[in-house]
């Protein structure tokens, strides 16, 4: 079915495009902006030679944010927490804010639960990566994106 | 001057998990705001987050710019003996709380 582009539905396509063009321009200039290489480099600081896997670890995250000024975050491990198999640490990093580490989490086998909760601040809407280190010495990621709408860190709180 | 609140059941079974909330006011200036002159406000934020069960260490958390203000923690640990939960907070400009919970577990 051929669709007529009607007047309307040009301008604000048009509209639309100019608004993502001026907003990109702005935010190339913005300084102190994290890069996902600025969180590969945070990662690798944490994590060293290791490779890290996919899975164990859940974010919980609300999928929209209206303020990111403080984002409830929780991380969650899957994992016994015995002596023997235990979660030694939580990491967690973001994307795009001015930098890329949130916070690091240390626990052992006395937490009993490896579940930690936070609030967070995000500059932009962006993936939440929180890295986990085991008593085995693996390192398990898990990801979650955010729609972030008010930035933290530039505007008022 | 900074005020702690903290949630940790007053009884519990032995080897019950329980969780404890932590939240303390503290403005976690990020260092990255600028004042209405243009000045730069220097970072003032809580650093380290560190809690103790009867004296060994059971929780510790760096914290980093990207923490909201006023810093919410939640954490779970295993109720092992009765006893306290001392937490404390420091960071930059000599910012150090300290405060205990007491436990009883059954």
């Known amino acids: ?157 | 001057m900074a005020s702690a609140l903290i949630n940790v059941p007053a009884r519990a079974k032995r080897g019950e998990i329980i969780e404890v909330k932590t939240l303390i006011s503290h403005p976690m200036e990020t260092g990255y705001r600028r004042s209405q002159l243009g000045a730069l406000i220097p970072r003032d934020i809580i650093r380290l987050f560190v809690c103790t069960y009867n004296g060994t260490e059971v929780f510790r958390a760096e914290l980093h710019p990207a923490i909201a203000a006023n810093p919410f923690i939640v954490f779970s640990t295993v109720a092992t003996e009765s006893g306290t939960l001392a937490f404390r907070w420091t960071g930059d400009k000599g910012f150090s709380v300290a405060e205990s919970v007491a436990i009883t577990v059954a």
């Not at chain 1, 890069?35 to 490779?51: D, F, L, N, R």
């Not at chain 1, 670890?57 to 991380?75: D, M, S």
């Not at chain 1, 962006?126 to 390192?139: H, K, M, N, R, W």
């Open chain 1, 1 to 157: 079915m051929k669709r007529r582009t009607s007047r309307r539905r040009f301008l604000l396509t048009a509209g639309g495009a100019a608004a993502g063009f001026g907003l990109a321009s702005v935010l190339q200039v913005t300084p102190a902006r994290a890069t996902p290489a600025a969180m590969q480099e945070a990662i690798s600081k944490v994590v060293g030679p290791a490779h890290v896997n996919t899975g164990r670890v859940k974010l919980e995250l609300p999928p929209l944010v209206e303020n990111g000024n403080a984002v409830p975050l929780t991380v969650s491990v899957e994992s016994p927490m015995s002596e023997s198999d235990h979660v030694r640490a939580i990491h967690v990093f973001t994307e795009k804010n001015p930098q890329p580490d949130v916070a690091s989490f240390h626990l052992g086998p006395r937490a009993g639960r490896a579940s930690v909760a936070t609030r967070i601040r995000l500059a932009d809407t962006q993936t939440v990566l929180a890295i986990c280190e085991l008593s085995d010495g693996s390192f398990w990621s898990g990801s979650g994106p955010v729609v972030v709408t008010l930035a933290a860190c530039l505007e008022e709180p």
